[in-house]
């Protein structure tokens, strides 16, 4: 329910909520994921909490709170969503609608070198929405715009198949594509500005995920809007409309695990932090290099780490001064690696610059198919070099995607068979020496 102000047939309008209402609640009240009922969506976002005056209040008060108490009373109810704080949509009280995103023009025009800084800035103590936005697979961009519209960033097929928000000053698609340009730069084909545009989300839904991880016991949870379409479209969602996962659907499947590394940059130092969602504590270790565009890494330190159950902490400070030239100069990245009994568990990475300024020398990757049983296999992947944003471009389900791969590194990516899946795989990375590699499909 969301609605700015009521009908001329107030009553009637109450009356049908009144039907309404207990219906909603027969349906869904057994469902095992329904955790608390809210009465509205945003209707008090810009009012005091307690404000009698706020839009949706009396259908509140009148139909849905008196439903609830009769059908579900045992239930928690918060009458909307943010709510808590003068006005709603607090950081430190409630819920709260907040992201790092930029949908205005205001924060389009912020200084990006400190985009990291954005993320932490805004977690609450529960972001029951948070947004980011980005595109879908070229593969599956093909399904509903033609080639000449893909190749034109500024065709009205873009804006048509973006939802658009009506309280802010810029389109959604253009916030998406001008950020997309500010944070990973140009790009000089058609190809690499949808992957852009898919990666810009990517990139938004990790830092967004581990900010809020690190801050476990202040902030409760993160809710993204949204998971995924009901029509083709670029935008809000994780997995597009013919049920592909988008770049940062694999983000988000690294970021929810249950052990995570992240890194932190503070004013002198970086900072590393395991945060561990598990109900036991983590034993394992930390391990923490200066990765160049090629060759060996140098390795900062190694430690044993414990962390206990239910809990996030930073368990290593290393000062900026002691950091190579390299790193400094913007020709590699820190990686911090999580390790359980010397297997890796996790791995977070920084990079000193914006994404944009991330320029390894091309390299030619390696990959070969390798099929386990009926439907199912590997995909086991090499790179003499720093591989930047390897891409599966394929119609199986892969366990991983969308990923940076280390000098000399072998990566086995697990592949599972959908129906139907008949065509070429592609991989590649941005910064392959060549075409793709085409890989013959296993089925």
């Keep these: 329910m969301a609605c700015g102000h009521y009908p001329e047939d107030e ?15 027969r349906q869904l009240r057994n469902h095992p994921a329904l955790a608390w009922w809210i009465g509205d969506n945003e209707n008090r976002m810009k009012f005091d909490f307690d404000d009698p005056s706020s839009p949706g209040t009396r259908v509140v008060d009148e139909a849905i709170r008196p439903a609830l108490l009769e059908l579900d009373p045992d239930r928690p109810f918060v009458p909307s969503s943010p709510f808590g704080g003068r006005p709603n949509n607090c950081l430190t009280i409630g819920d709260c609608h907040q992201s790092a995103f930029a949908i205005d023009r205001a ?29 879908p697979t070229l593969r599956s961009i093909r399904n509903f715009l033609a080639e000449e519209d893909i190749a034109d960033p500024q065709s009205p097929m873009w804006y048509f198949h973006t939802k658009d928000n009506p309280y802010t000053d810029t389109r959604i698609f253009d916030a998406q594509r001008i950020s997309c340009e500010r944070l990973l730069g140009p790009a000089e084909n058609p190809s690499e500005f949808v992957a852009k545009l898919g990666y810009l989300q990517h990139e938004f839904a990790r830092l967004t995920l581990e900010a809020a991880r690190r801050w476990k016991g202040y902030n409760w949870g ?7 379409d009901c029509w083709p479209a670029t935008g809000w969602s994780f997995v597009d409309y013919y049920g592909t996962p988008k770049p940062a659907w694999f983000a988000l499947k690294r970021v929810c695990q249950p052990v995570i590394g992240s890194i932190e940059e503070t004013a002198e130092n970086f900072r590393f932090w395991v945060c561990n969602d598990r109900l036991d504590p983590f034993v394992g270790e930390v391990s923490v290099a200066v990765q ?4 060996s890494s140098q390795k900062l330190r190694q430690l044993p780490v414990t962390v206990s159950a239910n809990a996030s902490a930073s ?23 999580l390790l359980v009994d010397d297997q890796p568990a996790d791995r977070a990475w920084f990079f000193s610059g914006l994404p944009s300024e991330m320029a390894p020398p091309p390299v030619r990757l390696d990959a070969e198919m390798e099929t386990l049983e009926s439907g199912r296999g590997e995909i086991v992947l090499r790179s003499p070099g720093y591989a930047r944003v390897v891409t599966i471009d394929t119609e199986l389900d892969v366990e991983d995607n969308y990923f940076d791969l280390l000098p000399g590194e072998v990566r086995r990516i697990g592949w599972r068979a959908r129906s139907g899946c008949n065509r070429p795989i592609s991989i590649t990375c941005w910064n392959a020496a060549g075409e793709p590699i085409q890989v013959k499909n296993p089925l």
């Design 222 to 228: 993160v809710l993204f809007w949204m998971f995924n």
């Design 292 to 295: 160049p565009w090629s060759g």
């Design 107 to 135: 924060a389009l025009d912020r200084d990006w070198r400190d985009y990291r800084n954005w993320f932490p800035a805004a977690i609450g103590r529960l972001n029951t929405e948070c947004v980011t936005a980005g595109s």
């Design 315 to 337: 368990c290593l400070e290393i000062p900026k001064t002691e950091l190579p030239s390299e790193f400094n100069e913007r020709r590699a990245v820190l990686v911090m690696e």
């Design 11 to 25: 009553p009637a309008f109450i009356e049908g909520f009144r039907i309404e209402a207990p219906a909603v609640i």
